[in-house]
């Protein structure tokens, strides 16, 4: 057994990964904006904030005595409801994960190595007119430069800067996994990418008028939606000696729409 930081562990994705690797034994360390009262720790912490996700960078680090066998970032806001404000969305999305796997590196290296999987989303490579200059700005840490270039898409902008957070962290994965202090450390990085599952963030875009069309329109090759448990088995199993060969993967596990979106993108 070994000790995990799980973040977003409230409610969704995170909370049945967290769920799943306290039934298999394992201590788990929850961040988030609420507490459970279900995990051996939980640290509350707004992740939009950069003193926010310093503290829960530091907390983890603190109860985890140094050594992480293996982290979760799954922490995310949805293009609807708390969402709404783009800000927030790149801020949690991708800061709130690239930050704190940054502090993390250590505690994951000494970890036996550690394993660490972040949730992307495939509406990285099914959403139209990322403008690649926002992508390229949350990469290089300027969120302000980000939002300016996407300031003039109207309605469906919270939908493109959540895209644009998706499609940043999953080039942030491909980029550090391979670098000396992760690979070459014995951490193993790689990105999970959900398509439509049905939690409380998917339930607020069905809720909503101009999004839940938008959602209910998405073509889903094997019909339906993903449940929260099956992400959180491959969570798990990314978690695993299983993926001691697997560096900077994006897995997709998403009912087929990515392979219908883009067959041939490949
Ligand atoms: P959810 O809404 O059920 O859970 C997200 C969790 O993140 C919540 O517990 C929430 O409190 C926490 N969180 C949000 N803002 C926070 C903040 N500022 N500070 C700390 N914690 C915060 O959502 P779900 O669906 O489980 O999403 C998990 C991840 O999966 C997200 O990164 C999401 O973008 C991604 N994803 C979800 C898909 C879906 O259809 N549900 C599809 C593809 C990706």
Redesign the pocket.
């Known amino acids: 057994p070994g000790t995990y930081a799980v973040?977003?562990?409230?409610?969704?994705?995170?909370?049945a990964t967290a769920d799943l690797l306290r039934a298999q034994g394992h201590s788990v360390i929850g961040?988030?904006?609420?507490t459970t009262g279900r995990l051996d720790s939980e640290v509350t912490?707004?992740?939009?904030t950069p003193a926010?996700r310093s503290a829960a960078a530091a907390q983890v680090l603190d109860i985890a005595g140094g050594e992480l066998a293996g982290a979760i970032l799954?922490?995310?806001?949805?293009p609807v409801g708390?969402g709404r404000h783009p800000r927030?969305i790149a801020e949690?999305?991708y800061l709130?994960a690239v930050e704190l796997l940054a502090q993390w590196q250590p505690a994951l290296a000494a970890g036996r190595p550690g394993k660490a999987v972040v949730?992307?989303?495939?509406?990285a490579t099914t959403t139209p007119l990322v403008p690649g200059r926002a992508v390229r700005a949350l990469l290089a840490g300027d969120v302000d430069k980000a939002l300016r270039a996407t300031r003039l898409l109207g309605p469906g902008r919270p939908a493109v800067v959540y895209a644009a957070s998706?499609i940043a962290l999953s080039r942030w994965v491909r980029r550090t996994a391979v670098q000396p202090q992760w690979a070459g450390a014995g951490i193993r990085l790689n990105a999970l990418?959900?398509?439509?599952?049905?939690?409380?963030?998917?339930q607020q875009q069905l809720d909503d008028p101009l999004e839940g069309k938008a959602v209910r329109r998405f073509p889903i090759p094997v019909g339906g939606?993903?449940a929260?448990d099956s992400l959180a088995q491959w969570a798990c199993f990314m978690l695993t000696d299983a993926a001691d060969f697997q560096c900077g993967s994006i897995v997709f596990v998403d009912g087929g729409t990515d392979a219908l979106v883009r067959p041939d993108d490949w």
Request: proline share 6%; glycine share 22%.
């Open positions: 973040t977003g562990s409230a409610s969704g994705i995170g909370r961040v988030d904006l609420h912490a707004d992740l939009a926010g799954a922490a995310g806001v949805g708390g927030l949690v999305n709130g949730i992307a989303s495939n509406s998706k990418a959900p398509g439509a599952v049905l939690t409380p963030l998917l939606f993903g929260p």
